[in-house]
């Protein structure tokens, strides 16, 4: 993360750094994003450069950061009303307004998606390791909540499919950028809904049936 003096220099210098490193990222996979070329657009010396950062890896940290927090104003007010969906059509909310973050926030989004085709590489396996915990303690809630509702079976291994559902979702993500679309707007949903039948099929209630495709409320832009 940023050290201190970054967040001591003025807000416009603190903006145009930040505003030339998402613009690199979202241009060059992490590898190839070059210190260089940030640091002359921003119009600041190399040297003062790690003055504010460690190295390459903790800007591109920070930046995920940055994206994961405004993304989360997206879903925020899904998850202030929970009581007004069953799991899976909270799911499908998540999943919409994520897409709406993508498309207000194409640069976030693009890094995102070069994030996700370095699979395998110690940046990813370290990001995933630190994030994927939250979202496992995440969906062990929603799966609670969701039995406790009726929407979910009751004899399912919370746990396990907390974890499941978030390894899945990464998955989905994956699976749609390299096999269906590289924009991630409202054709994903598609995708999505798929998974989501999958599911509701697996582990849903009995009486948590499946609604007709053409009943379902269609993506609309925020």
């Known amino acids: 993360m940023p050290k201190e003096t970054f967040f001591n220099l003025p807000q416009e210098k603190r903006t145009a750094?930040?505003?030339e490193a998402i613009a690199e990222f979202a241009a060059h996979p992490f590898n190839q994003a070059s210190i260089n070329r940030i640091v002359a657009r921003s119009g600041i010396a190399k040297g003062s450069f790690y003055q504010y950062f460690a190295d390459k890896k903790d800007l591109f940290l920070y930046l995920m950061q940055l994206a994961g927090e405004k993304k989360l104003e997206y879903m925020a007010p899904v998850m202030q009303q929970t009581d007004q969906h069953d799991f899976f059509s909270l799911l499908r909310?998540?999943?919409?307004a994520g897409i709406?973050?993508?498309?207000?926030?194409?640069?976030?989004?693009?890094?995102?998606?070069?994030?996700?085709?370095?699979?395998?590489?110690?940046?990813?396996?370290?990001?995933?390791?630190?994030?994927?915990?939250?979202?496992?303690e995440?969906?062990?809630?929603?799966?609670?909540?969701?039995?406790?509702?009726?929407?979910v079976r009751a004899d399912i291994d919370v746990r396990m499919f907390a974890y499941l559902i978030a390894s899945l979702n990464t998955l989905v993500l994956?699976?749609?950028?390299e096999r269906v679309a590289q924009d991630y707007d409202e054709k994903m949903l598609t995708t999505v809904d798929k998974f989501i039948d999958f599911l509701r099929n697996?582990?849903?209630?009995?009486?948590?049936?499946?609604?007709?495709?053409?009943?379902?409320?269609?993506?609309?832009?925020?």
């Open 174 to 177: 994956e699976y749609y950028s």
């Open 93 to 96: 909310e998540l999943y919409v």
């Open 202 to 222: 697996g582990i849903g209630a009995p009486q948590a049936a499946m609604p007709p495709s053409q009943d379902r409320e269609s993506f609309t832009a925020a």
């Open 17 to 19: 750094i930040r505003q």
């Open 100 to 136: 709406r973050f993508a498309r207000k926030h194409p640069e976030f989004a693009e890094i995102s998606k070069r994030f996700m085709e370095s699979k395998g590489t110690p940046l990813y396996e370290e990001v995933i390791a630190n994030n994927m915990p939250t979202a496992y």
């Open 138 to 151: 995440f969906f062990e809630t929603l799966l609670q909540q969701a039995i406790d509702r009726g929407d």
